[in-house]
């Protein structure tokens, strides 16, 4: 992966000046590389001089509680509106990380983003087909995670040198989770040469693992065990498989936010399977998230039928209609993916 050096230039231009005052968002349900990628590079910024505020549109799920400089961040959709009102409001620059759309933000925070005209825009992102224009971009399908980006862009303007075992720890979250704890997408040698980069630095690897993967809660397990019992339907021969959660059934599991993360993965285990999707009922609408193997592209899937996108093997996207409804549409719509040699 090459990053444009005349977009490197500009960048430099941007933050080896006066102080600024600078704002990072990240995308609604942050996740590890959301958090991990906005958390190296507010440091990096700060030791280069400038006020850095990170804003998330929601509350980020509770195993990641632990990562270093996670509280510092606004969490818009809490009891700090104002706070992150006021950073938007006098940001001279705007670093969007980890989404490649306003609408990934919801209203009212994609609206006061686009009320300050005056801030310069800058895309870190690794997602397909940036929908707004940016001052600078730096969108790159082909990453694995916004996280390395950001450890490329950190070492092109201040050396890998600069990266401290702090932000490495987080870097290597984000890298983590985005990959599946390295098993699938864009895991080129450059990547390995970077983990070797943040591994010198002494971080404790099977200690962030630790930290990510095994700290869920009983309700948790318990869950899980339940919807793939009872609740995976296979389609398609065995290829395609769907799974739903049901408020009722979220509080029958003490539900907390963060613990389905990973269960849409879990039918891909089974041979054959091409595509996975879990729907997931919210206070007003059904939160769909999509998995994929090989050429099934469920980017397409999700733009096509669920108001969303994404990567292709991973995508996600939402629906306004009952549950019972949701899954008739996603089975309808397998037909015709089927029918059109898609699946
Ligand atoms: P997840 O299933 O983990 O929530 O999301 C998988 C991928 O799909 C992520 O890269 C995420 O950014 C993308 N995604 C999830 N939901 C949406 C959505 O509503 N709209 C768009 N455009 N992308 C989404
Ligand atoms: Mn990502």
């Known amino acids: 992966m090459d990053l444009s050096q005349q977009n490197i230039a500009k960048l430099r231009e941007m933050v080896n000046g006066d102080q600024q005052q600078i704002v990072i968002l990240s995308h609604t349900n942050p996740d590890g590389d959301a958090l991990g990628s906005s958390l190296a590079w507010a440091e990096s910024l700060r030791r280069a001089g400038h006020k850095v505020t ?56 994609s609206e006061l983003i686009a009320s300050n005209t005056k801030a310069k825009r800058v895309l870190i992102d690794h997602h397909l087909n940036p929908a707004e224009s940016f001052d600078v971009m730096f969108s790159h399908p082909e990453a694995s995670s916004t996280s390395y980006l950001v450890f490329r862009l950190i070492e092109a303007l201040w050396g890998a040198d600069s990266v401290t075992a702090e932000q490495a720890e987080v870097i290597y979250v984000g890298m983590m989770t985005d990959t599946g704890n390295f098993s699938f997408s864009s895991l080129t040698p450059d990547l390995y040469r970077t983990l070797s980069i943040l591994s010198a630095t002494g971080i404790d690897i099977p200690q962030i693992y ?36 049901t408020e009722e059934e979220m509080r029958r599991f003490w539900f907390q936010q963060g613990d389905s993360e990973g269960f849409v993965n879990y039918p891909l285990t089974i041979k054959k399977m091409r595509m996975s999707a879990i729907f997931i009922e919210h206070h007003d609408f059904i939160r769909v998230s999509l998995r994929s193997r090989g050429k099934v592209d469920v980017n397409l899937f999700a733009g096509r039928y669920f108001e969303g996108g994404g990567h292709k093997n991973a ?29």
Not at 54 to 70: K, S
Not at 225 to 235: A, D, E, F, Q, S
Not at 334 to 342: F, H, I, M, N, R
């Open 210 to 245: 630790n930290n990510v993967y095994n700290s869920f809660t009983e309700g948790r397990a318990r869950l899980f065990g339940y919807v793939i019992n009872r609740k995976m339907k296979l389609l398609n021969k065995g290829t395609v498989a769907h799974m739903s959660l």
């Open 54 to 109: 990170c804003i998330v549109p929601n509350r980020f799920p509770y195993y990641l509680d632990w990562m270093t400089g996670v509280k510092d961040i606004v969490v818009f959709k809490g009891d700090r509106e104002g706070v992150a009102t006021a950073a938007v409001e006098r940001a001279d620059m705007i670093f969007c990380l980890d989404f490649h759309t306003l609408s990934r933000l919801d209203a009212p925070l």
């Open 315 to 343: 995508a996600g996207g939402k629906s306004f209609v009952s549950m019972e409804e949701t899954i008739a549409r996603f089975e309808q719509a397998v037909k015709e993916y089927t029918a059109e040699g898609l699946l």
